[in-house]
């Protein structure tokens, strides 16, 4: 009895365990809590297109790639936990989701010498790869897409926000703090006011104060960096006291279909930055219905596929892909392990070309990665939603972030962390 | 003049948000009331109603991905709809059946254990019902129409620009909120003074073994107590559900029902309003006032100290009954 009882369990733990050949990539997704609606449909995306490389072309040279799945719930303590209990499978890189996780595993990949890839959060000066040998942070960060809505701002008031008020309203925690001091330089540079209205993250849902605060003061753009309940609460506030929606604009973790359909047709008009293109009018989809979606593989059964956050999920599993054909390339062979992945990062380039090749045209930024730079070019686009046909319009060309202002405040930070944590610069 | 008006604005909008608290306070008053047990799936209850609400009304399919995902179907909606009111009724009859399990399989074998185990009891049943929620129905965002109006009304905003020269923005949805919750109020104190089971019920609240004692059965009052909770649960629901769509950050709302009951009072049903109006008024005012100078989100923080101080000094809350114990 006791010997079957050893068996079972000996089948069940090699039936778990990722072969020993697979290239092992870790998914630290939140299906469950308050940011479930978000977490679930980013995961999928990232689920979906490894999937697609393991049908159509056996996994990336050859190998197939397992996508073990760890719940976080958003939680750092739990995103730890995952994160430990996953890097002895011989994980590649960790993609947490999570500003929060992310953090607390900036110390951690450094000692385990695992790659962590954030792309769109996390710490943002982590783009001097100078400072944070294990960060990637490409295409694009926090400050880009605070720099790049002020771009949009500034093109739409002739190239001038002199004497222009805006607010800022933003998630009380690591994350929502993330674009102030860039906004504030980019106030000094433009002429602006900005006046920071903060709402309590664990009580996202009321948020009556800010909004009789913005019908008071009139600011002529509301800038919103939210994630989760406060997002759909302030958009419906925003339509309650008649701020023009088209003056209201989210960075990317505000501008996803769940941020906007609970308000209805008020939401008509609302922006958000984005670092990718949206929908599913992408070559890449015609493959992904053929050998996920139809075969019954998708994750979830394939119900978010070409939603924002998906889209979002599927281009951080293509980058965190390419970096590993990379490595393979580099390193000649294919089974490659995290510091040849973390090489591969750095020499990483995605030019037009091969996203058209991947089925992506124009889908994101062309990326280069250096050891320098772990950020790519930062460029970013303005989204804005069409209640009506009930999807996102893309209204702008990527954009380039003002690096003037940005570079020094990434070196200034990043070389802040690197005296705290005596780390010696690189490169 | 200007910032007067301005604050009256905020005290008018404080108030309504405090209805809105006071919604959910509601639940944890009447079972503590009855079975002196602190219920901190209250605010779970809220969520599985309002997504059991939608998904009745939507035609959804329960359990549709289990479903698919066992026997490779394509399951997803009846193909039918409901009007809010045949779903509404059919909702509160699924928290009456919630109730009633809950009594059968959890409470009736809790019988004489001490509070704290109660209590811990509730928390297991709170992360039951979120995970069988999201089973059930999905962790997607749901749009929740029941009919009740939101935005500015309009009404109020011209009648104050014509008194005062300054338009008050009131949202319609809290106003609804505020004549469901005076509504509500009155239906309960209603029940619990005339009816048979209401005076049980206040027989149980007040000595559980004297009321065993004349018959009254302690299975049934908390059957009953459970589906009450489970209606308000409910309403308040509907109303947190209507602003913002149906999601899992709904069960978060109880946070703010805790700093309610500690000030209103545990046993209190106009506590627990009268409560929830201090906290709302009280947040919104030092918010405006205060917020500014120390970098604002005081809200959560303001409404727990505020209940702190009262506990310092009336333990029992505004309206709660003095905890006496003889030895």
């Given at each position: 009895m006791t010997l079957r009882f050893a068996s079972l369990v000996a089948a069940a733990i090699l039936a778990a365990a990722p072969a020993l050949a697979d290239l092992v990539v870790p998914n630290l997704s939140?299906?469950?809590?308050?940011?479930?609606?978000?977490?679930?449909?980013?995961?999928?995306?990232?689920?979906?297109?490894?999937?697609?490389?393991?049908?159509?072309?056996?996994?990336?040279?050859?190998?197939k790639v397992q996508v073990p799945e760890c719940e976080t719930?958003?939680?750092?303590?739990k995103?730890?936990e995952c994160y430990e209990s996953t890097k002895g499978t011989g994980a590649?890189?960790?993609?947490?989701?999570?500003?929060?996780?992310?953090?607390?595993?900036?110390?951690?990949?450094?000692?385990?010498?695992?790659?962590?890839?954030?792309?769109?959060?996390?710490?943002?000066?982590?783009?001097?790869?100078?400072?944070?040998?294990?960060?990637?942070?490409?295409?694009?960060?926090?400050?880009?897409?605070?720099?790049?809505?002020?771009?949009?701002?500034?093109?739409?008031?002739?190239?001038?926000?002199?004497?222009?008020?805006?607010?800022?309203?933003?998630?009380?925690?690591?994350?929502?703090?993330?674009?102030?001091?860039?906004?504030?330089?980019?106030?000094?540079?433009?002429?602006?006011?900005?006046?920071?209205?903060?709402?309590?993250?664990?009580?996202?849902?009321?948020?009556?104060?800010?909004?009789?605060?913005?019908?008071?003061?009139?600011?002529?753009?509301?800038?919103?960096?939210?994630?989760?309940?406060?997002?759909?609460?302030?958009?419906?506030?925003?339509?309650?006291?008649?701020?023009?929606?088209?003056?209201?604009?989210?960075?990317?973790?505000?501008?996803?279909?769940?941020?906007?359909?609970?308000?209805?047709?008020?939401?008509?008009?609302?922006?958000?930055?984005?670092?990718?293109?949206?929908?599913?009018?992408?070559?890449?989809?015609?493959?992904?219905?053929?050998?996920?979606?139809?075969?019954?593989?998708?994750?979830?059964?394939?119900?978010?596929?070409?939603?924002?956050?998906?889209?979002?999920?599927?281009?951080?599993?293509?980058?965190?892909?390419?970096?590993?054909?990379?490595?393979?390339?580099?390193?000649?062979?294919?089974?490659?392990?995290?510091?040849?992945?973390?090489?591969?990062?750095?020499?990483?380039?995605?030019?037009?070309?091969?996203?058209?090749?991947?089925?992506?045209?124009?889908?994101?930024?062309?990326?280069?990665?250096?050891?320098?730079?772990?950020?790519?070019?930062?460029?970013?686009?303005?989204?804005?939603?069409?209640?009506?046909?009930?999807?996102?319009?893309?209204?702008?060309?990527?954009?380039?972030?003002?690096?003037?202002?940005?570079?020094?405040?990434?070196?200034?930070?990043?070389?802040?962390?690197?005296?705290?944590?005596?780390?010696?610069?690189?490169? | 003049?200007?910032?007067?008006?301005?604050?009256?604005?905020?005290?008018?909008?404080?108030?309504?948000?405090?209805?809105?608290?006071?919604?959910?306070?509601?639940?944890?008053?009447?079972?503590?009331?009855?079975?002196?047990?602190?219920?901190?799936?209250?605010?779970?209850?809220?969520?599985?109603?309002?997504?059991?609400?939608?998904?009745?009304?939507?035609?959804?399919?329960?359990?549709?991905?289990m479903?698919?995902a066992t026997?490779?179907?394509?399951?997803?909606?009846?193909?039918?709809?409901?009007?809010?009111?045949?779903?509404?009724?059919?909702?509160?009859?699924?928290?009456?059946?919630?109730?009633?399990?809950?009594?059968?399989?959890?409470?009736?074998?809790?019988?004489?254990?001490?509070?704290?185990?109660?209590?811990?009891?509730?928390?297991?049943?709170?992360?039951?019902?979120?995970g069988?929620?999201?089973?059930?129905?999905?962790?997607?965002?749901?749009?929740?129409?029941?009919?009740?109006?939101?935005?500015?009304?309009?009404?109020?905003?011209?009648?104050?620009?014509?008194?005062?020269?300054?338009?008050?923005?009131?949202?319609?949805?809290?106003?609804?909120?505020?004549?469901?919750?005076?509504?509500?109020?009155?239906?309960?104190?209603?029940?619990?003074?005339?009816?048979?089971?209401?005076?049980?019920?206040?027989?149980?609240?007040?000595?559980?073994?004297?009321?065993?004692?004349?018959?009254?059965?302690?299975?049934?009052?908390?059957?009953?107590?459970?589906?009450?909770?489970?209606?308000?649960?409910?309403?308040?629901?509907?109303?947190?559900?209507?602003?913002?769509?149906?999601?899992?950050?709904?069960?978060?709302?109880?946070?703010?029902?805790?700093?309610?009951?500690?000030?209103?009072?545990?046993?209190?049903?106009?506590?627990?309003?009268?409560?929830?109006?201090?906290?709302?008024?009280?947040?919104?005012?030092?918010?405006?006032?205060?917020?500014?100078?120390?970098?604002?989100?005081?809200?959560?923080?303001?409404?727990?100290?505020?209940?702190?101080?009262?506990?310092?000094?009336?333990?029992?809350?505004?309206?709660?009954?003095?905890?006496?114990?003889?030895?």
């Open positions: 939140y299906r469950t809590g308050p940011y479930g609606a978000n977490g679930t449909q980013y995961a999928d995306g990232f689920n979906d297109y490894f999937t697609l490389l393991n049908e159509r072309d056996g996994g990336i040279g050859g190998q719930a958003y939680n750092t303590e995103g730890v590649l890189v960790y993609n947490p989701l999570s500003t929060g996780i992310t953090y607390q595993l900036i110390p951690k990949v450094s000692v385990d010498k695992i790659p962590l890839y954030t792309p769109g959060y996390g710490r943002t000066s982590a783009k001097n790869g100078k400072v944070f040998e294990w960060v990637f942070n490409a295409p694009a960060n926090y400050w880009d897409g605070a720099s790049v809505i002020v771009k949009h701002l500034l093109d739409l008031n002739g190239g001038s926000l002199d004497g222009k008020k805006i607010a800022l309203l933003y998630h009380n925690s690591a994350y929502g703090k993330e674009p102030i001091r860039t906004l504030q330089e980019l106030g000094k540079k433009h002429g602006f006011t900005l006046t920071e209205l903060p709402v309590d993250a664990a009580a996202g849902q009321e948020q009556k104060s800010q909004w009789l605060q913005i019908r008071r003061e009139k600011p002529d753009y509301v800038i919103m960096w939210g994630w989760g309940v406060m997002n759909q609460a302030a958009i419906q506030e925003a339509a309650n006291v008649r701020y023009p929606m088209d003056q209201f604009i989210g960075i990317w973790w505000a501008g996803s279909e769940v941020d906007v359909k609970p308000a209805g047709a008020a939401a008509n008009g609302y922006k958000s930055a984005t670092f990718h293109g949206v929908g599913t009018e992408y070559p890449i989809y015609a493959d992904l219905n053929k050998f996920v979606v139809e075969p019954g593989k998708a994750s979830q059964g394939g119900e978010h596929v070409g939603s924002v956050l998906y889209s979002r999920g599927m281009y951080a599993a293509l980058v965190i892909a390419e970096a590993i054909r990379k490595a393979q390339e580099l390193s000649g062979t294919p089974t490659v392990n995290a510091a040849q992945v973390r090489d591969g990062f750095e020499a990483l380039e995605i030019t037009p070309e091969r996203l058209t090749e991947l089925g992506l045209p124009d889908f994101g930024p062309e990326i280069t990665m250096t050891c320098e730079n772990h950020g790519g070019s930062g460029m970013a686009r303005i989204q804005q939603w069409d209640a009506a046909a009930g999807k996102w319009t893309l209204i702008s060309e990527f954009t380039e972030p003002d690096q003037e202002v940005l570079q020094p405040l990434i070196d200034a930070d990043s070389e802040a962390f690197a005296k705290e944590a005596g780390i010696t610069l690189r490169c | 003049m200007e910032q007067f008006l301005y604050a009256a604005e905020v005290v008018v909008n404080g108030l309504m948000a405090g209805v809105m608290y006071a919604l959910v306070a509601l639940g944890f008053v009447l079972i503590y009331k009855a079975s002196g047990v602190f219920n901190y799936a209250q605010g779970v209850m809220a969520l599985f109603a309002a997504l059991t609400l939608v998904g009745l009304q939507n035609g959804q399919v329960p359990f549709a991905h479903i698919n026997f490779g179907t394509h399951l997803d909606t009846f193909g039918w709809t409901l009007p809010a009111i045949v779903a509404i009724a059919l909702t509160a009859l699924v928290m009456v059946g919630l109730a009633i399990a809950i009594e059968k399989l959890v409470l009736k074998h809790l019988v004489n254990q001490v509070p704290i185990i109660l209590f811990m009891a509730t928390i297991g049943l709170a992360w039951f019902l979120e069988l929620g999201d089973v059930m129905w999905g962790a997607d965002i749901k749009m929740l129409d029941v009919g009740v109006p939101k935005g500015a009304s309009e009404a109020l905003m011209t009648v104050t620009e014509q008194w005062t020269g300054y338009g008050f923005y009131i949202d319609r949805l809290d106003i609804w909120a505020a004549a469901i919750a005076a509504m509500l109020v009155a239906a309960l104190m209603v029940f619990s003074q005339y009816t048979k089971q209401g005076r049980a019920l206040r027989a149980v609240a007040d000595d559980h073994q004297a009321a065993l004692s004349v018959g009254i059965s302690l299975r049934f009052i908390w059957v009953l107590v459970w589906s009450i909770a489970g209606f308000v649960a409910l309403v308040a629901g509907i109303m947190w559900g209507s602003k913002s769509g149906v999601q899992f950050s709904l069960s978060l709302i109880a946070l703010k029902a805790l700093p309610v009951l500690m000030l209103g009072g545990f046993t209190s049903i106009p506590g627990a309003i009268v409560g929830g109006l201090i906290i709302g008024v009280g947040e919104k005012l030092f918010e405006f006032y205060v917020g500014p100078l120390v970098g604002g989100a005081t809200e959560n923080w303001f409404a727990y100290v505020l209940a702190l101080i009262f506990l310092v000094f009336r333990p029992q809350g505004l309206f709660g009954e003095k905890i006496i114990e003889r030895v």
